[in-house]
């Protein structure tokens, strides 16, 4: 029953170094999403997808980069890592059920810092 | 564009007593509104939404919230409050339109139950 699963769960990155978080779900969710969650100001999203092979900028998009190649996977890359993007970051889908609702169901978070 | 205010950004409350999470927002069209816990070290966790009928939903672990059209509110309440409820509970809403349904989260409120 693993629902949506993040990795890793903790990086240490030195500024200019690039990575990339793997977010996997097994719920055949058709949605996903990457938020970054930073003290006092709630989740903002940074990306998300619709689908696979889809992809949409959020609220926050610049210096990632995300793909969407298999409908259960959704990357997050940094190209080149600056201080500014330390944060916890979530993976979230959801699925756009009959109802419309399609509240979304998170992964347990990525701490990365960026010195 | 969608907003969500949550005023208080630390609410304590004695064991026992009645507990209420304050939650405003705007948005065009019908308004979707959830509320999400977080316990340290974890995602969020969906506890309750309001997507249209009666104004008091309920949700998981005894908490409910009313939904007020004229004050723009989505308030969380619990009748008793336990130590163990004592987590981040963040506000969230999107319309009823878009093919994402991107939420908008609040900036969270910090709950804490006195023992």
């Known amino acids: 029953n693993a629902g949506v699963t993040q990795t890793p769960k903790f990086r240490v990155l030195k500024t200019g170094q690039s990575m990339t978080l793997l977010c996997a779900q097994d719920m055949n969710h058709e949605y996903m999403y990457w938020y970054r969650q930073d003290p006092g100001m709630g989740l903002r999203l940074i990306h998300y997808s619709v689908g696979e092979g889809t992809t949409a900028k959020g609220e926050v998009p610049d210096g990632y980069n995300v793909s969407r190649l298999k409908k259960q996977n959704f990357l997050l890359g940094l190209e080149s890592a600056a201080p500014s993007q330390t944060s916890v970051y979530f993976c979230?889908?959801?699925?756009?059920?009959?109802?419309?609702?399609?509240?979304?169901?998170f992964g347990e978070g990525s701490r990365l810092t960026v010195l | 564009a969608q907003s969500v205010a949550q005023p208080e950004d630390q609410v304590n409350v004695a064991e026992g007593n009645p507990l209420t999470v304050k939650c405003t927002y705007s948005v065009s069209g019908n308004p979707y509104l959830f509320w999400y816990v977080q316990y340290p070290n974890r995602g969020l966790q969906f506890l309750l939404k309001y997507i249209t009928g009666d104004n008091l939903v309920k949700g998981s672990y005894g908490f409910e919230a009313e939904f007020n059209k004229s004050q723009t509110s989505f308030h969380l309440k619990k009748p008793s409050a336990l130590v163990s409820d004592s987590a981040l509970y963040f506000c969230?809403?999107?319309?009823?339109?878009?093919?994402?349904?991107?939420?908008?989260f609040g900036s969270g409120t910090q709950l804490t139950v006195l023992p």
């Open positions: 969230a809403v999107r319309d009823n339109s878009g093919s994402a349904r991107q939420l908008t």
């Open positions: 979230a889908s959801s699925n756009p059920s009959g109802s419309g609702t399609g509240e979304l169901f």
